[in-house]
């Protein structure tokens, strides 16, 4: 044989040989790849089923915001809905798309009010349709100053929206956040309970089943005081003629002496909401109850319910108390030299106010700092909406329930938190 042929079966020879075992490495990575997808599908699979499996409430914690901190909306429309109580119409200014919402949730609005030093942090829930995506929609009422006070300034937020703004200004607003949202899955007849301007949330729940037909039994009960007062009368009338598994109910409280009550209209009810008129209507049995009113309605209905044998697992709840409303005032002692009313509890440094205090063992860190003047924004107080998020810059902090939205690592909810360490706060 020539030396060329010679050298050209050996070259055939390593190329083939080289070929083969790259096609062999080949393979084995397909195969290994494809064990890998099987593991990885049969993982997502189990991680489905797991999900699948998690109760309703702990599925409803898992909210996050859509984005962090502030985003720009101009107001684009303005629309009285009843007396002292308007929808404000907002889209982005970006104009990107608006990520999905929960029926139930609210927005947090950084309001800067001329003459005010800080701005002014209030929330708002949606009162639209998730399925409308390319504006949000709140409706706020105007709050009055206490009828026993009439001297004092009416509402901070509430009257500067309703008087102060107009269409084309811009807004502030935090991403879609809370708790109080429409368990979808949950097959159980649900009433919905709304007092006054406590629909907001309960209308866009509404608006969820019919948009989506959910197909369970509704009972959709609205307490106000008369019809001036009545938000989305013929709204959500209209909504209710075409979705026929929801059963609407009013109760006016006090009607004017003009208006005209149909009294053989059985869903149209004088007088106050109560347990006894809420059994009639329902029925009674397994149900889910959404709630939100006012703090009389809430404080009454509440108590009332669970006598009546409701599991408390069985109400949500969603409360507009004013922002300033607080039930137990802190048992505070600082380091100048007070005497503390739990010795050796931890201490409280709060870094930019410059005051360490001693936690009185009971109450959230908000209280604790607003005893001494600290200033913490604040809103629902119950965790649910992200307005007192503050710098933990060292130390522990507690939750007695999962609070309702995502807190930002290094940070916690001072209404809600109480410490389980020396803590050393951003506010
Ligand atoms: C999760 C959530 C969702 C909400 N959704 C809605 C909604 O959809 N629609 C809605 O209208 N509201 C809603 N609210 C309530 C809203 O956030 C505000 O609390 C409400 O608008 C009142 O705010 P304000 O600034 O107008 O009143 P504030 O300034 O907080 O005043 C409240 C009350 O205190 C009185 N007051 C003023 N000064 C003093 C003083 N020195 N001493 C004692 N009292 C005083 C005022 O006269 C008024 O009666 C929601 C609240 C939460 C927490
Ligand atoms: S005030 Fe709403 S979470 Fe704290």
Not at 327 to 355: C, I, M, W, Y
Request: with cysteine; proline share 8%; charged share 25%.
């Amino acid at each position: 044989m020539e030396p060329s042929s010679i050298a050209f079966w050996i070259g055939s020879g390593i190329v083939l040989l080289v070929s083969f075992s790259t096609f062999r490495s080949l393979v084995a990575k397909v195969m290994k790849n494809e064990k890998v997808m099987q593991e990885m599908q049969l993982s997502t699979e189990e991680l489905k089923k797991e999900l699948d499996e998690l109760p309703a409430s702990l599925k409803q914690n898992r909210v996050r915001r859509a984005w962090r901190g502030y985003r720009r909306f101009i107001l684009d429309e303005k629309v009285p809905e009843a007396h002292n109580i308007c929808s404000f119409h907002l889209r982005p200014l970006d104009d990107m798309p608006l990520p999905p919402f929960e029926p139930g949730q609210h927005l947090g609005f950084q309001l800067r009010i001329p003459g005010h030093k800080r701005p002014t942090v209030r929330n708002y829930s949606l009162s639209s349709s998730p399925k409308e995506r390319s504006k949000y929609k709140i409706t706020v009422k105007r709050i009055p100053p206490p009828p026993d006070q009439p001297d004092l300034p009416s509402g901070v937020g509430s009257t500067f929206l309703h008087e102060n703004l107009a269409v084309g200004d811009l807004l502030e607003v935090s991403s879609p956040a809370g708790k109080f949202i429409l368990d979808r899955q949950d097959p159980r007849p649900a009433v919905f309970l709304a007092g006054g301007i406590g629909v907001t949330p309960l209308l866009s729940m509404l608006e969820t089943i019919c948009d989506e037909k959910i197909e369970r039994k509704c009972y959709f009960i609205h307490a106000v005081r008369n019809r001036s007062e009545h938000p989305f009368r013929e709204h959500i009338q209209k909504i209710v003629e075409k979705c026929i598994n929801v059963d609407l109910h009013v109760f006016y409280s006090q009607p004017a002496e003009d208006e005209e009550v149909d009294a053989t209209d059985h869903r149209h009810h004088v007088g106050f909401l109560d347990v006894d008129c809420l059994a009639k209507i329902t029925g009674g049995g397994d149900l889910q109850y959404y709630i939100c009113g006012p703090p009389p309605m809430m404080k009454n209905l509440l108590p009332a319910l669970e006598e009546f044998g409701v599991s408390s697992d069985s109400i949500l709840t969603e409360a507009f108390g004013p922002a300033s409303t607080r039930n137990n005032p802190a048992k505070v002692s600082t380091d100048s030299g007070e005497e503390s009313t739990n010795p050796g509890q931890h201490k409280l440094h709060f870094k930019r106010s410059q005051r360490t205090l001693t936690w009185d063992g009971t109450s959230p860190i908000l209280d604790m700092a607003e005893e001494v003047g600290i200033f913490i924004d604040s809103s629902c107080r119950a965790g649910n909406c992200g307005t007192c998020e503050i710098r933990l810059h060292h130390g522990d902090v507690e939750y007695e329930e999962e609070p309702g939205v995502d807190i930002t690592p290094g940070h916690c909810l001072a209404c809600v938190a109480k410490p389980v360490t020396e803590v050393n706060l951003g506010a």
